[in-house]
């Protein structure tokens, strides 16, 4: 069976470092850049009249973090889990989380 294993990461060197060792490490993902809400519309918010799209916004805000998607074997994931770990110090050196899911419907080639 697939995993899907999810790695969130602050931005920064020490998180370009990280996904480098991982990837050398024999792991290939897709990466996302992303924002929180909180930190997405926190004074960003249009005001109350004005025509507000999406892609104005998007232009505007620099990605805050990087999430990876990793799509696995199920006996892969703990050694995944512990490559991330060691590269990011257990999120001490790169603020961050991860998390699997699993993939109940697959079809392709990774």
Same mark, same amino acid.
Do not use: C, Q
């Given at each position: +069976?697939?995993r899907i294993l999810f790695l969130i990461l602050e931005n920064?060197?020490?998180?370009?470092?990280?996904? @480098? $060792?991982? #990837?050398?490490?024999?792991? $290939?993902?897709?990466?996302?850049?992303?924002?929180?809400? #909180? =930190?997405?519309? &926190?004074?960003?918010?249009?005001?109350? =009249?004005?025509?507000?799209?999406?892609? =104005?916004?998007?232009? &505007? $805000?620099k990605d805050e973090s990087t999430v990876s998607m990793f799509?696995?074997?199920?006996?892969?994931? &703990? @050694?995944?889990?512990?490559?991330? #770990?060691?590269?990011t110090e257990n999120f001490q050196s790169v603020k961050g989380? +991860?998390?699997?899911?699993?993939? @109940?419907?697959?079809?392709?080639?990774?």
């Open positions: +069976m697939k920064g060197s020490a998180a370009i470092r990280a996904l @480098e $060792n991982i #990837r050398s490490s024999g792991y $290939n993902g897709t990466l996302l850049g992303g924002s929180s809400l #909180r =930190h997405a519309l &926190e004074g960003k918010l249009p005001e109350e =009249h004005s025509f507000f799209h999406l892609a =104005h916004w998007e232009a &505007e $805000n799509v696995i074997d199920s006996d892969k994931v &703990e @050694e995944l889990k512990k490559t991330i #770990r060691e590269h989380a +991860m998390f699997t899911l699993p993939l @109940e419907d697959y079809e392709g080639a990774f």
